[in-house]
């Protein structure tokens, strides 16, 4: 299974929006709507912000957002703020009953 | 409050052998399927492995990458799930984290802070 396919890094000015790419194939982000997205600083553990394609934890800020086309899903971040600095990862469930993680996209706030 | 609690890292030889633990606590552990995630030194996340709960039969999946070498299981009596990892190669060295998948969803939402594995000579 490959991993899925996200930018290496975007940037942004504080309140600027900001999407994050994750491509993948029919047998992944296509055929399923089980993607989710996670936020993670240095040293740190992965927090989920995204998953289901749309959904947000509770607790989660309401500046991000995500969704889906074809086989493409997408995370977007409004409002962008100094701590939202950080890697993200989109993951997905697939055909063979497997997870698969994007390469992950570092997000600079300018 | 949920928490998952990995040990049993350290350094192994290459062709070692070695056994992770997640310990969980503030949830019903037996009802959520868990899953192992590693992440190499600046690298991404790369997920490893998963146990479904009882009512699935504790089904495992493992990545191509460990799949033959890495097996997950779980005690629902301990709250504990389980790596143990075999034919270790230099390419395992990573932080693995044990993560929780909440039933009917296809996503982690509690992880572990990790443990470290150094496979080196």
């Known amino acids: 299974q490959s991993a899925l396919t996200q930018p290496a890094s975007v940037s942004g000015s504080p309140g600027q929006s900001i999407t994050i790419s994750c491509t993948g194939t029919?047998?992944?982000?296509?055929?399923?709507?089980?993607v989710s997205w996670y936020q993670q600083h240095p040293g740190k553990a992965p927090k989920l912000m995204i998953y289901d394609v749309t959904d947000r934890p509770s607790g989660v800020s309401s500046r991000f957002s995500g969704s889906k086309s074809g086989n493409t899903a997408s995370l977007t971040i409004s409002g962008l703020q100094a701590e939202d600095e950080a890697d993200y990862y989109c993951s997905s469930y697939t055909s063979t009953s497997t997870w698969v993680f994007g390469g992950g996209t570092k997000l600079t706030v300018l | 409050e949920v928490q998952l609690v990995e040990s049993g890292g350290g350094l192994v030889r290459p062709g070692g052998s070695l056994i992770l633990s997640c310990a969980a606590s503030g949830f019903t552990f037996s009802g959520s399927p868990m899953h192992w995630v590693r992440q190499a030194s600046g690298k991404g996340l790369e997920w490893v492995g998963r146990?479904?709960?009882?009512?699935?039969?504790?089904?495992?999946g493992y990545a191509a990458s460990v799949k033959g070498r890495f097996t997950i299981s779980r005690d629902d009596s301990k709250n504990t799930a389980y790596l143990q990892m075999i034919g270790l190669k230099i390419e395992d060295t990573a932080i693995y984290f044990c993560?929780?998948?909440?039933?009917?969803?296809?996503?982690?939402?509690?992880w572990g802070q990790g443990t470290l594995v150094t496979v080196s000579s």
């Open positions: 993560t929780r998948q909440p039933p009917g969803t296809g996503t982690a939402d509690y």
């Open positions: 146990i479904k709960s009882r009512t699935d039969y504790y089904a495992t």
């Open positions: 029919s047998s992944d982000v296509g055929g399923y709507n089980y």
